[in-house]
RNA sequence: GCCCCCUUAGCUCAGUGGAUCAGAGCGGCGCCCUUCUAAGGCGACGGUCGGUGGUUCGAAUCCACCAGGGGGUACCA
């Protein structure tokens, strides 16, 4: 069906054209700000008033004069307003039935994007497998997540990699905790929560005897060999944290493609490769002396010769040989964009799990060919990370891969933070009187992605149903919590707006859409008469949030913009509800032509709210 | 020091290709449940969009400077 907005837009190009106006112009639409004098206007007229040296008013008659003589599809009365606005109103009767049958029949692919094809590598999550996730990692996957379908929704080929770092530093302060330290699992404490707790106690030891930290270096370095028995146990402390990563993020409905492991990367030479790579074409030097001797860097500027000191240049190799993160990253992306020339093995996760990369060719049971080969690829990564993220970039750019550099999107977004009340709750000193307050694994100061989730249910659990429709209840008002700010927006955490359930909240767009569902159980399915009966103004108001919604999926699935879904499902779901309460009972209206209009809307509002949930990663709830 | 982000109603936040853009939710106030789900709807109250200048016919939105807050600038990630 085609967009109406864009048609004005075109038939505004077009009547520009036929005024003289050559080259590009920008019409402007948007949706009339001023219900009286339309659904859709234009401020074109003014944008033409310095080319044409008329008046815009003037302009905006001639403008309207010619879209009424050359009318598009669906348009109604075209009108001038203001200073020179030209305004479309909606021929809603024959818009009506157009909307309503494409509303019930959204596909996989909601909004086309002719472009579409190449492959999207969306990296998100991301956890350091050492402990239990809280909610700013859940923010991410959330983000990631719903990135990823809005993408599929535009026709994207999308791959969606979760990497596993588990050769970092933060794997070995828990293994030198848990091996040193001599605690023990409680009855009923999740092992990913022991292990939060174990993190906590070793950093507090590193702090009272720094000798501490000799075992850590110890410990890194093992991992790093990839052989002996700490190697092996980091794998299975990480293999245990990721089994339980990912059944948390099950539960706010975040699932991946592809788990790929940094210890894979390293154990498959894909690093000393990139390394060496790296040597070969000078893209990283070894100081001989400054602050950076003995590291492999890339520097950051030409210095002409001289040796870098701080802040020009980013360390890829620590003198102590071990490569640091930034290293690790730029092996991945080469292999990532299909540069590297060499492969892992892969083979599923669980049997019904997603796959995971191997560095044993004899377990392979995936077909390689799948896996990586980006095109494009969005990191999901949290805006700290801005600097290193660009280092990767440079790092290919410097390599020759200038294109595959401008591929690389990192979708950076602002952190979780504790409002000063929630964490006081949380027991920190906020004497201090700042504005927020950091999470810190480190010092155990979180809010747990599982225990979050747990009191959501707590809190929905009595007018639920069931224990299935509670969680899937608690389930959307987190997801949606974390996705209606902005990426820009450090989230200012408080239990009692993350709880809440009315108003501007999950709980409140899924109780739109049951209520669609159980209007649609009292009537029977009725095709649309020829001719429609006049639409009140709620239901005017529902059909043109209807029409909208392939071009805000494909808005926010453009911009990487999740909040632009969830402030466009708020809108939605206030429409119908609006709709809901301001029609009769339609199961009691007697004329028939009327009736049918009106299940017509409602199932098209129940569909579409369903698709934009499930965008956002809610599941849909018939019933509440 | 340098770089990035933020500052909009009492609170939490949308809105930033200029115009018809001062918006939502929460809280507080007043209404509406014999009738498809009231976790809903309606009404009133509430803001000189951090400050100052500039560009423009027109600025919450663009530019400059300033203030306050957050982050980065590590042989951490």
Not at 110 to 138: F, I, M, Q, Y
Not at 140 to 168: F, K, M, P, S, W
Not at 188 to 215: I, K, N, T
Not at 233 to 252: G, N, Q
Request: proline residues 5%; negative net charge.
């Amino acid at each position: 069906m085609p967009d109406l907005q864009d048609d004005f837009a075109r038939a505004l190009v077009r009547a520009a054209a036929e005024l003289g106006v050559t080259g590009e112009v920008e019409p402007g639409v948007e949706a009339s700000a001023v219900p009286e004098v339309g659904d859709y206007s234009s401020a074109l007229a003014f944008r033409l008033a310095s080319v044409l040296r008329r008046p815009p008013r003037t302009i905006a008659e001639e403008l309207a004069s010619a879209l009424r003589r050359n009318p598009g599809q669906h348009f109604g009365e075209v009108t001038v307003s203001g200073a020179g606005y030209v305004n479309l109103r909606i021929d809603y009767a024959s818009l009506c039935p157009s909307v309503i049958s494409r509303a019930l029949h959204w596909g996989a692919v909601v909004s086309p994007d002719p472009a579409a094809g190449a492959k999207v590598v969306v990296e998100h999550t991301a956890t350091n497998p050492n402990k239990a996730a809280h909610v700013g990692h859940l923010r991410n996957a959330c983000i990631g997540d719903t990135v990823a379908r809005l993408l599929r929704a535009r026709g994207h080929r999308v791959e969606v990699q979760n990497y596993i770092d588990d050769t970092g530093v933060q794997v070995a302060d828990v293994l030198v905790g848990l091996r040193h330290l001599g605690l023990a699992q409680r009855e009923g404490e999740p092992y990913d929560r022991f292990c939060s707790r174990v993190y906590v106690e070793v950093c507090q030891r590193y702090e009272a005897e720094p000798s501490m930290l000799e075992l850590r270096r110890d410990t890194l370095r093992q991992i790093e060999s990839r052989r002996g028995e700490v190697a092996e146990a980091a794998k299975e402390l990480a293999s245990r944290i990721v089994d339980a990563h990912l059944l948390t993020m099950s539960r706010a409905g975040v699932a991946y493609d592809l788990l790929t492991w940094e210890s894979d990367i390293i154990e498959l030479g894909f690093l000393e490769h990139a390394l060496a790579w790296m040597r070969q074409e000078a893209v990283i030097t070894m100081p001989q002396a400054g602050t950076f001797r003995g590291c492999w860097v890339l520097p950051l500027e030409d210095l002409g010769g001289a040796e870098p000191e701080a802040g020009e240049a980013k360390v890829l190799v620590k003198s102590d040989g071990i490569a640091t993160y930034t290293g690790k990253d730029v092996a991945y992306h080469l292999w990532k964009f299909g540069l590297l020339g060499l492969d892992f093995s892969y083979r599923l996760w669980s049997p019904q799990g997603p796959a995971t990369t191997s560095a044993d060719p004899g377990r392979a049971q995936l077909d390689p060919a799948r896996y990586g080969h980006a095109a494009r690829a969005v990191n999901v990564i949290d805006q700290r990370q801005s600097a290193p993220q660009r280092m990767v970039r440079e790092a290919l750019r410097r390599l020759g891969f200038e294109s595959q550099a401008q591929s690389l999107h990192h979708l950076a977004y602002e952190v979780v933070a504790l409002s000063p009340r929630a964490a006081r709750e949380l027991g920190v000193d906020t004497s201090d009187e700042r504005s927020m307050y950091p999470l810190s694994g480190r010092r155990g100061v979180d809010v747990g992605a599982d225990d979050l989730l747990d009191e959501a249910e707590r809190q929905v659990r009595d007018k639920a149903r069931d224990q299935l429709t509670a969680s899937r209840l608690a389930a959307s008002a987190v997801r949606y919590y974390l996705l209606r700010f902005g990426l820009n927006s450090i989230i200012s955490f408080d239990f009692n707006e993350a709880l809440r359930t009315s108003g501007d909240t999950g709980v409140y767009l899924q109780y739109a859409h049951a209520r669609a569902c159980r209007i649609l159980a009292r009537l029977e399915p009725q095709p649309l008469p020829a001719q429609l009966p006049p639409l009140e103004p709620a239901g005017r108001v529902l059909l043109r949030q209807l029409e909208r919604f392939p071009r805000v999926v494909a808005e926010a699935a453009d911009g990487l913009s999740p909040s632009l879904l969830a402030s466009y499902t708020l809108a939605l779901a206030t429409a119908f509800n609006d709709f809901y309460e301001h029609s009769p009972r339609l199961y009691q209206v007697r004329d028939r032509d009327l009736r049918a209009l009106g299940r017509g809307l409602v199932d098209a509002a129940r569909a579409t709210l369903a698709r934009a949930l499930e965008l956002m990663g809610m599941h849909p709830l018939d019933r509440i």
